[in-house]
């Protein structure tokens, strides 16, 4: 009877230690399941509004910007070219940088728009100039490309800027960069070099520094980090 009794009493304790164990097995799955399901949550309502954001970049007016299906880009529906080796957004007939301004007050509008009702999202705007190609001028001379891009994107810039669609005054959501391709932009018109004189509009969302910020931490877990770009729409 004694023998028995103490098989039942290490039993009981047996059972007893086992269901704690479950019991703590439990607690932190389900601890760590639900701080899961937070992230996934959060991150599932960060895709709703790139999504958001996305379509109202795409409603841009289609008088100055078109589709480009190939390259999955929006393109300048101008037809306006700087001269061969000049940056003066002056050689441009008065009536071309008449919708250029256009074009540039519906972007500012609409990254505006965006702004103003989405606080949580940066974006990085550069105009990019490029070059034509003739003669070898890209194989002799590329740094030459390089300066001359780069000086008809802050040419466009400026007139933009002086036109009232200061995407620098937009604050801190809107970074500005000013570039230039050369002769070796992935725009490239290879057919016909003499679009090559243009310039190009890239419109991007910091989606990681996004999602940093907005991310549910995890105590004791390893940290991930979700980087990617919503749109990236170029415009020729």
Not at 34 to 40: E, F, P, Y
Not at 106 to 127: C, G, H, V
Not at 150 to 171: C, I, M, P, T, V
Not at 207 to 236: I, T, Y
Request: with cysteine; charged share 25%; net charge positive.
């Amino acid at each position: 009877m004694k023998k028995s009794g103490f098989f039942w009493v290490s039993y009981a304790d047996l059972m007893t230690s086992l269901f704690f164990v479950m019991l703590v097995l439990y607690i932190v799955s389900f601890t760590f399941l639900q701080s899961k399901q937070g992230i996934l949550e959060v991150q599932a309502q960060q895709l709703a509004e790139i999504k958001n954001v996305q379509k109202a970049i795409e409603s841009l007016d289609t008088t100055y910007y078109q589709f480009d299906k190939e390259n999955k880009r929006y393109k300048l529906n101008i037809d306006a070219r700087f001269r061969p080796n000049s940056s003066n957004l002056n050689d441009i007939p008065i009536n071309k940088r008449n919708e250029i301004s256009k074009a540039g007050k519906n972007l500012y509008d609409k990254i505006e728009s965006i702004i103003d009702t989405s606080k949580t999202i940066d974006y990085l705007l550069i105009i990019e100039g490029s070059t034509q190609r003739y003669n070898n001028n890209w194989q002799e001379g590329p740094n030459l490309g390089y300066k001359l891009s780069y000086q008809r994107a802050l040419s466009l810039y400026n007139y933009w800027k002086k036109e009232g669609a200061d995407f620098r005054g937009l604050g801190s959501q809107c970074e500005v960069i000013i570039a230039g391709s050369g002769y070796f932009s992935q725009s490239r018109d290879e057919l016909n070099e003499n679009n090559n004189r243009r310039f190009t509009i890239q419109v991007t969302s910091k989606v990681g520094k996004f999602l940093h910020k907005k991310e549910v931490p995890l105590k004791d877990a390893q940290e991930e980090e979700v980087s990617e770009s919503f749109f990236d729409k170029l415009f020729n």
